[in-house]
């Protein structure tokens, strides 16, 4: 059974730096393409960014790129996400999830249960 | 940049019915779409890919039609599990990925 647990949330000052994680078990990590994805107190999902196999391709949403950097290390099968100069409007539940990416097909298939960031003073 | 809108935003519907929900993209997404549904306090559930592909283990009640700019995510004989949120995703020409905004649908 694919397992996904994410960690690292908590509250930060605005400006401040936060890393998250994602441990990832029952499939092959290494194989897959994964992203994160978030969800403000009450509202939608936006998806964050994506990193393949390798994790030298990487996609970021405009509203943060330069501040936001994903990675994976696939020998400890974890993903993460590095966040910098944190404002209030990346406050969320952000979501490990795995992605299915073959030809012009993509979707997340298996999802965490996420981890909260609160970003205030 | 593509605009997923969904509709409506909140649907009233008694368990044992059907329900049709709406997603429209501003430009042509061909078939370039995944449907998933999120239960209070829990992660999203993918259920349909490629507008019309069942993922698995989902019951065969929920199907997904459409193409081009015209989605729709079909629900029937509604149980009392079903009553959730909706979001669809397009996928097409990625990054970025865009959601929609949801429907809620709820007990009637």
């Known amino acids: 059974e694919v397992q996904l647990v994410e960690s690292g949330g908590g509250l930060v000052q605005p400006g401040g730096s936060l890393r998250l994680s994602c441990a990832a078990s029952?499939?092959?990590?290494?194989?897959?393409?994964m992203s994160w994805v978030r969800q403000a107190p009450g509202k939608g999902l936006e998806w964050v960014a994506t990193?393949?196999?390798?994790?030298?391709?990487?996609h970021y949403v405009d509203s943060v790129k330069g501040r936001f950097t994903i990675s994976r290390d696939n020998a400890k099968n974890s993903l993460y996400l590095e966040m910098n100069s944190l404002r209030a409007e990346d406050t969320a539940i952000y979501y490990c999830?795995?992605?299915?990416?073959?030809?012009?097909?993509?979707?997340?298939?298996?999802w965490g249960q996420g981890t909260r960031v609160t970003v205030s003073s | 940049e593509i605009v997923m809108t969904q509709s409506p935003a909140t649907l009233s519907v008694s368990p044992g019915e059907s329900a049709t929900l709406s997603c429209r993209a501003s430009?042509?997404?061909?078939?370039?779409l995944a449907w998933y549904q999120q239960k209070p306090g829990q992660a999203p559930r993918l259920l349909i890919y490629?507008?019309?592909t069942r993922a698995t283990g989902i019951p065969a009640r929920f199907s997904g039609s459409g193409s081009g700019t015209e989605f729709t995510l079909a629900i029937s004989s509604l149980q009392s599990e079903d009553f959730a949120v909706y979001y669809c995703?397009?996928?097409?020409?990625?990054?970025?990925?865009?959601f929609g905004q949801g429907t809620r649908l709820e007990i009637k």
């Open positions: 999830a795995r992605d299915y990416f073959v030809g012009t097909t993509f979707y997340h298939d298996y």
């Open positions: 029952g499939s092959t990590f290494s194989t897959y393409w």
């Open positions: 990193t393949n196999q390798d994790g030298d391709v990487k």
């Open positions: 430009q042509s997404i061909g078939s370039n």
């Open positions: 490629a507008a019309s």
């Open positions: 995703q397009r996928y097409n020409n990625w990054p970025p990925i865009t």
